[in-house]
């Protein structure tokens, strides 16, 4: 089943203290398209300027991304400039320019409108409501949000939280939203504002699943060197959402898989700058981490 995904494309300008680069392809809808489709068809939904080139359409096409449903209007496309110091656990924002992004209204292709699994990645919650609304055979809805929302339009958010299934979000996110510091307190009190299942990504410490009937937590991949961690989250959530997507299986135990595949998938997006690694990997490698993840976390009684 095809995996419809909303968000930003842009050109990322990174610095770590592994390097830098300029002006690459990026944004949230980037990252979380180009990792479903190692999994699903993919449906994007996003907008760009004139500076969009050829080559850049390319890179989605080389991932037989469906882009009908992205836009390219006059103008400049969105550019963020961010910075990793440190533990890398959070990017420093130095520059934001929204340019098209800043008037974006989703557009879908009538081709869309049957999507059964859906990501809204992090953009005005009013927008990703309007999303949502017209998507009735939605079997799975997915949303990303960010501290900006949380703080800046609650009451939007809440409503748009009344509409989806699932929730992804990091730990201080997940705090904020509930106004809880205890992460399974908070994970429940979110429960009661809509998505049936939240999703808490803790960056290095990996990630917690919570359900009606479990807890689930999953360490991250321990890896020898962090390069550049631009789009973990998203990657993780374009890993989850694909593996549903590809299975149609939303039991318990397959959102276990899921969330072992986003992170499979995170740890491969932070290997590289960009989405250099996340474009030329193999189906085997995929499967290979994935095991790797088994007899990481497996232990006798
Ligand atoms: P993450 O590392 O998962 O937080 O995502 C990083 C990506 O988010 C980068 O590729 C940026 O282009 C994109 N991004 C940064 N700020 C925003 C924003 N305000 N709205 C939408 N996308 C953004």
Redesign the pocket.
Known sequence: MALLVV??V?F?SIRTPHGQAEEVL???A??SSVTASWFAPVRLVAVVGEDFGEKHFRVFRSRSIDTKGLEQVPGRT?R?R?EYVGSMNE?R?LE?QLNV?EQFTPKLPPSYLDSEFVFLG??DPVLQLHVRQQLPKARLAALDS?N?WIQGTPEELKQTLAAVDVLVVNEEEARMLAGHHNLKKAAQSIRKMGPRIVVIKRGEYGVMLFTEHSVFCVPAYPLDEVHD??????TFAGGFMGHLARTGDLSDANLRRAVIYGSVMGSFAVEEFGLGRLLHLTPEEIESRYREFKSLTHFDV
């Open positions: 968000g930003s842009a990322d990026g944004g949230t980037t990252y969105f963020w961010g990017a924002t934001t992004f992090n953009i960010m900006y961690p631009t789009g973990a989250g998203d």
